[in-house]
């Protein structure tokens, strides 16, 4: 069964301390992963799409890696404006297209 | 250019109501597809829609039922509406929702008393 399995459940950071937030997945054939940002009571806003191991994107202070079982988003020097949660989903090439998401990982950076 | 716009915002309706949800996607993408998300869970998928066609259904029970409209908008009804029906109701649109990604509205909140 396609699955995805975000960590940690939440991290609170201090303003400027880098770290990483991790989805391994589980999916019989991958045609892409996702990222999305999710603010309160508002939709999922895109991040970046990855989709063969290897590959790496960049913006701004986030920088997302993919290999074969899992992904990182990576935070460099965050700031309190990075609080959110941080959804990942895959999306499989083989049934339906829909995307397969993780719980997600709740952020809070401290000023 | 508007994003995905969803309407209502908010809504409270009560056990053994019927609801419908409607979603208007981004001018020139032609898949709509509906995702469930309750609190302090991921998005989980109920439909796809692709040129006013069902391309793909969810783990969800026939009271859940959608359409999508020549124009590419598309509505999401529940019938008998339950207590744990309550979440927050995201409709996502993309060119083709296979070889595009999806861009999210800001949802409907819905609540069942």
């Known amino acids: 069964e396609d699955q995805v399995t975000q960590s940690p459940e939440a991290l609170r950071l201090q303003e400027g301390e880098s770290s990483s937030l991790n989805c391994s997945y589980t999916?019989?054939?991958?045609?892409?992963l996702f990222w999305y940002r999710q603010d309160p009571g508002k939709g999922p806003e895109f991040l970046f799409t990855?989709?063969?191991a290897g590959e790496e994107k960049e913006k701004e202070r986030l920088k997302a890696t993919l290999t074969k079982k899992e992904s990182f988003l990576h935070i460099t020097a965050p700031k309190p404006e990075d609080s959110a949660t941080y959804l990942c989903a895959v999306q499989a090439t083989s049934g339906t297209y829909k995307y397969i998401f993780g719980t997600g990982t709740r952020l809070k950076v401290l000023a | 250019d508007a994003g995905v716009t969803q309407s209502p915002t908010h809504l409270i309706k009560t056990r053994g109501q019927h609801v419908t949800l409607r979603c208007s996607p981004i001018s020139g993408h032609k898949s709509v597809s509906w995702y469930q998300q309750v609190l302090g869970q991921g998005p989980q998928f109920i439909f796809q829609y692709y040129e006013k066609e069902e391309r793909g259904r969810g783990n969800f029970p026939d009271r859940f039922s959608a359409r999508q409209f020549p124009n590419y908008s598309s509505e999401l009804n529940v019938n008998a509406l339950l207590l744990g029906d309550s979440a927050l109701y995201l409709c996502?649109?993309?060119?083709?929702?296979?070889?595009?990604?999806?861009?999210f509205g800001s949802g409907t909140r819905l609540t069942v008393v």
């Open positions: 990855l989709y063969s």
């Open positions: 999916v019989s054939g991958l045609r892409g």
């Open positions: 996502a649109s993309s060119l083709d929702g296979q070889n595009y990604g999806y861009t």
